[in-house]
């Protein structure tokens, strides 16, 4: 079946450090999508990206869909304590109108203040 | 009020007992779901309600059975559950539901199985 590889599982950084995780699949995605999970609460949208190549912002949040439709990254700037939480990436594969989400096991990021 | 309202936010039952999980979107979106996440896997898409008609059920077992009354509320009743069925139970909602797309999710309800 498809799977999705997110790395890394975890990371343990300091504050200011700049992060980086990323999905990747032997499957082609129409769309990628970024959640970030805080303890206790449900996944929560970050960012979405619809087109092969394109690379979008949502503040210190950077996160690109790859060219080969088969990998996508986010990049956090300068984290702050309030980054801590487990973060996933979810490929949308279609078929004619139906749609499925394939989902990462996460990226936990602790940062040390 | 928040845009997805799960409740109870926990829920500890025995094997016999027959309970109900409820979820409320107040986004006016058409499609809602129900998603199991586990420790250690993926999440899990259970059910998608979409015009309160359901079109998913991913060969959930019957032990969960899900109701849609309105585009509003959606609730998963829960009976002779086993201890594997334990985890945290996920509402969504998005605009519409052709399938899985970018959902709102709600605060997700913590079920325990003993």
């Known amino acids: 079946g498809q799977q999705l590889n997110q790395s890394p599982q975890s990371m343990f950084i300091q504050e200011g450090e700049d992060v980086s995780m990323n999905c990747t699949s032997s499957?082609?995605?129409?769309?990628w999508l970024w959640y970030k999970q805080d303890p206790g609460e449900g996944p929560v949208l970050l960012i979405a990206?619809?087109?092969a190549g394109e690379l979008t912002s949502n503040g210190r949040l950077t996160a690109q869909f790859g060219i080969t439709r088969k990998d996508s990254f986010l990049n956090i700037s300068a984290s702050i304590p309030s980054d801590v939480g487990i973060y996933f990436c979810?490929?949308?594969?279609?078929?004619?109108?139906?749609?499925?989400?394939?989902w990462g096991l996460g990226t936990s990021l602790a940062v040390n203040p | 009020e928040t845009g997805v309202t799960q409740t109870p936010r926990h829920l500890v039952m025995g094997m016999t007992n027959k309970k109900s999980l409820k979820c409320e979107q107040h986004?006016?979106?058409?499609?809602m779901y129900w998603y199991k996440q586990s420790a250690k896997k993926p999440l899990e898409l259970m059910f998608v309600?979409?015009?309160?008609?359901?079109?998913e059920n991913n060969s959930v077992p019957s032990r969960f059975s899900p109701e849609c009354p309105n585009s509003s509320h959606l609730f998963l009743h829960l009976h002779t559950l086993q201890p594997e069925d334990s985890a945290l139970y996920l509402c969504?909602?998005?605009?519409?539901?052709?399938?899985?797309?970018?959902?709102?999710f709600g605060q997700g309800t913590r079920l325990t199985v003993v």
């Open positions: 969504a909602s998005s605009r519409n539901g052709e399938g899985e797309t970018e959902a709102f």
């Open positions: 986004l006016g979106h058409n499609a």
């Open positions: 309600y979409n015009f309160k008609e359901q079109t």
């Open positions: 499957s082609i995605f129409n769309t």
């Open positions: 990206l619809y087109k």
């Open positions: 979810a490929g949308q594969l279609r078929a004619g109108n139906n749609r499925k989400l394939i």
